[in-house]
């Protein structure tokens, strides 16, 4: 079992930047690819960025590349997103989710474990 539980949300400005952070309990969290995902009013869940249960492999939305960085600190137990140069369209919950997979997925089915998630609106 993991639990996730995400901070770090507001209000920001166009262009701002803020950074999302995901802490997870349990002693399991390094075996367990990491997922962002966002979901806007409106509009279904979508993947934001994954990163492998090392660490090593990433991936993003074309979006948000070159603008959101997802990292990890499997000693402690916590997933990472910080957000640079934000839009209004970025203006979503976003969530964490865990996999138990080594790689990370785009798709929400393959993940077991979700955040409550934290409401990032994005002034213009």
């Known amino acids: 079992q993991v639990q996730l539980v995400e901070s770090g949300g507001g209000l920001v400005q166009a262009g701002g930047s803020l950074r999302v952070s995901c802490a997870a309990s349990?002693?399991?969290?390094?075996?367990?690819?990491m997922g962002w995902f966002r979901q806007a009013p409106g509009k279904e869940r979508e993947v934001v960025a994954t990163i492998s249960a090392n660490g090593v492999n990433t991936g993003y939305e074309d979006s948000v590349k070159g603008r959101f960085t997802i990292s990890r600190d499997n000693a402690k137990n916590t997933a990472f997103l910080p957000m640079n140069t934000l839009k209004p369209e970025d203006t979503a919950v976003y969530y964490c989710?865990?996999?138990?997979?080594?790689?990370?997925?785009?798709?929400?089915?393959?993940?077991?474990?979700w955040g409550q998630g934290t409401q990032v609106p994005v002034s213009s």
């Open positions: 349990g002693r399991t969290f390094s075996s367990y690819s």
């Open positions: 989710a865990a996999a138990a997979l080594i790689r990370g997925s785009a798709y929400p089915d393959n993940y077991a474990y």
